[in-house]
């Protein structure tokens, strides 16, 4: 009876936790000839240091959640160990470097999902438990 | 006249191709003053009294597809500081290229860049993108305003290097430029960057090569008088000082170092660079570095920079003035010739500078697109100069001096 309870008490926080951080998915059209992306690949392409995905001719339109929302600072605590302010020093180094150009900002993650859906050659990150028809997950980043 | 490449760039914007949502405008500003701590004494355009032109700059960014994997750039600056007064504020062309993505790792621009001497060299005026009122004067010194931009090509690969990431940047083109009353050119400009990252690391190497032309309008009857005292005295040491009033195809090299270390909290960078030019004419040899510790806390970045800078002008031609004092003891060349000889000892001596700065000061995030900056930076002079500091003529010459600086810059 004790271990069951346990184990109950053990799932619940279990649940808890997931819920609390649930996992990230890296999210593009159905149509990119990519199954799968490894971090390292995805830390390049939102840094824009990688323009094109990997092994292929199509260029990269990268897509942010707004700057001031939870999972846009984790995706990059989680990709590159970067603050939100360090992003935006980052980004302005970026772009006015003439480097490339800059995310899309999306309005939240079903315009994320939208988008991504719609737009050949887009990539973003959402909360993993979306629901995520209509686009291709090529990479879970786990929590 | 500029390249007319960029002109033709310009036309080459296919108007029908224009889809709105591929086309961004964006832009950055700086308000910036600030002033030292001594009479007749300038750095940039501070001085003893408030300036607001130094580091004060407005600029507006144009980027946009042309093609699947062709896009274009361009970027105008309006800027307070410029090596000629009556150009202050006027519009400049920055940047204007087409941009063309070979391959993932591949991608190759043509038109007008920035040079990319040091690591912040390419965002100088975008005072948002580093921590500073602006990046560390010991290394970026504003003699090198003439050679900001460069009209060519560039080539960009980034890959793996095992656990690292390489970036190799190629470039090759031409400048063109003024500083005072120096007409300054360097064509072909060749160079390269190599860059090494870790997760938290990076470091690089550049190096540019120039062959320079440098002259002055003013300076050829100065010239023209050294070329007749060689021929009065039949001495070659006089020929070999009139050449040192220009450059001719004179071979310039630019080497630079850069470090950058985060660990929490605190990033560490650190820049070095050397520039190289023993030819027989015009001759700059010069050396400057900085490093620099950040501690984020929060919207709070405090900092604090030490750099130090050396650069001396035609060492070789003062080297040989001094000699000529050997052969031609004082008063015996005649009086416009005395005048001439010890005139140009001076010029040549007052161009050398040394110095050591240190910098405390603290940028602080006030909203997602504005900064705000403040420091003071102490310079310690030194080898009887007034260092970075330009003295007022007959101005007394101080052995240090502070400079106190802020700056609000925003992103758009």
């Known amino acids: 009876m004790r271990i069951l309870q346990l184990l109950a008490a053990l799932t619940f926080t ?16 159905p149509d990119n000839p990519l199954a799968s992306l490894s971090e390292k690949d995805v830390q390049k392409i939102f840094l824009g240091r990688l323009r ?53 900002q999306a309005q939240n993650q ?24 209509g686009v291709k997950v090529l990479l879970i980043l786990q929590e | 006249m500029r390249n007319p490449l960029i002109y033709l760039l310009l036309m080459a914007i296919p108007c029908q191709t224009l889809a709105f949502d591929d086309w961004a405008w964006s832009g950055f500003a700086s ?16 001085d003893e009294n408030w300036s607001f032109d130094a580091d004060s700059v407005v600029g507006l960014h144009l980027q946009g597809d042309l093609l699947p994997h ?62 500073w009122v602006r990046p560390p004067t010991n290394v970026y010194t504003f003699f090198l305003t003439p050679f ?48 090494l990252r870790g997760q938290q690391w990076l470091l690089r190497y550049g190096l540019i090569i120039n062959s320079t032309d440098i002259s002055s309008p003013g300076w050829h009857i100065y010239q023209d008088a050294y070329r007749q005292l060689a021929l009065f005295t039949g001495d070659t040491l006089f020929n070999d000082i009139a050449d040192a009033f220009e450059a001719n195809d004179e071979p310039y090299a630019y080497h630079a170092l850069a470090a950058q270390w985060e660990h929490r909290n605190w990033t560490l960078l650190a820049e070095g660079y050397y520039i190289d030019n023993r030819g027989d004419g015009f001759a700059n040899t010069s050396t400057g570095g900085y490093a620099s510790v950040l501690y984020h806390t929060g919207n709070w970045t405090p900092y604090i920079t030490f750099g130090s800078y ?18 031609y003891p004082a008063g015996t060349l005649g009086p416009q010739a005395e ?61 240090d001096a502070v400079l106190v600086s802020f700056a609000i810059d925003v992103v758009f």
């Open chain 2, 70 to 131: 062709l896009s274009f750039t361009a970027q105008i600056v309006a800027q307070g500081y410029h090596a000629n007064d009556t150009d202050q504020y006027q519009p400049e062309v920055d940047w204007l290229f087409l941009s063309y993505q070979w391959s993932p790792a591949l991608r190759m621009r043509a038109g007008r860049m920035r040079t990319p001497h040091y690591l912040y060299s390419e965002t100088i005026n975008t005072g948002y993108s580093y921590p």
């Open chain 1, 52 to 104: 094109m995905f990997p092994d292929s001719d199509l260029e990269t339109q990268t897509l942010d959640l707004p700057d001031n929302s939870e999972l846009y600072s984790r995706f990059y605590a989680r990709i590159a160990q970067m603050t939100p302010a360090k992003v935006r020093r980052y980004r302005a180094f970026y772009l006015f470097s003439g480097k490339g150009k800059v995310p899309y």
């Open chain 2, 148 to 195: 900001y931009n460069f009209d060519g090509i560039d080539l960009t690969w980034n890959g793996d290097l095992g656990p690292f990431e390489l970036d190799i940047q190629v470039f090759a083109g031409a400048m063109d430029g003024e500083y005072a009353e120096l007409d300054i050119k360097a064509e072909p400009v060749g160079g390269a960057n190599l860059t």
């Open chain 1, 14 to 29: 279990c649940l808890m936790l997931a819920n609390a951080r649930a996992d990230l998915a890296i999210i593009a059209h």
């Open chain 2, 339 to 399: 005048l001439l000889r010890s005139g140009t000892l001076d010029a040549f001596r007052s161009f050398k500078s040394k110095q050591r700065s240190w910098t405390l000061g603290t940028r602080y995030d006030l909203f997602t697109n504005t900064a705000i900056k403040l420091e003071a930076e102490y310079f310690d002079f030194l080898a009887d100069t007034t260092g970075l500091m330009i003295p007022a003529p007959d101005a007394r010459r101080p052995k």
């Open chain 2, 310 to 327: 050396y650069n001396v002008l035609n060492e070789d031609a003062i080297q040989d003035l001094e000699d000529s004092y050997t052969t």
């Open chain 2, 31 to 46: 308000v910036a003053g600030g002033k030292t701590n001594r009479d007749g004494l300038s750095f940039k355009n501070y």
């Open chain 1, 110 to 133: 079903q315009d994320a999902i939208n988008k991504v859906a719609t737009e050949k050659n887009a990539i973003g990150y959402v909360d993993a438990t979306s629901d995520l028809t």
